[in-house]
């Protein structure tokens, strides 16, 4: 099935399995993927290791001229770089998840932000998984999905992420960054996560992954008109 060169955005709340999916369209469809909240956790990081972030989640100004010297880069496998330094292990921590909505609530952040996203863009066939790509980055987007699940199964899945990865984290402590998380992104003034108007919506809370990708297959043959 070959799809015509357009940018698809996935936008919806925490472990939704937006990456998942978003991935698996583009290996699908020979699209590029990529990852808009590796970039606000890498200046959450970034941040972090500069000292511009207190433990009460208070951004110092000082954060805005500092993203003058930031340089971050996907590699192989899309994996995050900040300079020469991989920190795709450190971007998915819970100290990470714990200061990322903060970080990117802040609007000159999110300009830094967008504008490596827009470059992305304009090379077309992309897909992009976010808060704001259909509403805020690209809301030109000509395929755009809003997806939702309930709360007790992207927590037990964003815990068993974790602990497959290695690390013990406390169910309630994913849940409590879950919510936190949701709440702010959602309540910001720059770019809320919202669902656009023409976002399809994906609630995949009983949904196998097949079943998903069954849905999205269907979905673009019929936007698409495509066999
Ligand atoms: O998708 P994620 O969980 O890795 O995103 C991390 C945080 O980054 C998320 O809590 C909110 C923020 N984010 C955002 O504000 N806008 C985006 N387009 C993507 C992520």
Redesign the pocket.
Known sequence: MKIPDIIIAI?GY??TG??SLAKKIARKFDFLYL???????GV?LFAQEEGLISRLNTVNPALKEALGGLELHFGAEGKLYMGPRCIEQQ??SLEV?GQ??P???VPYV?EW?DEM?HAFGRAGRIV??????GT??FPEAQLKIFMTASEQVRAQRRYDEMVAKGETPLLEEVVKNLRE??Y??SH?ET?P?RRAEDAFELDNSDMTFEEELAWVQGLIQGKFGIL
Do not use: H
């Open positions: 936008d925490s472990s937006k990456s990852d808009s909240g590796a970039l606000y956790r959450t971007i998915r998840s990322v909505s970080i990117a609530a999110r932000v996203l992009m998984d976010g808060r704001d790509i805020a980055v998380r949701d702010i992104d910001r770019a996560l």
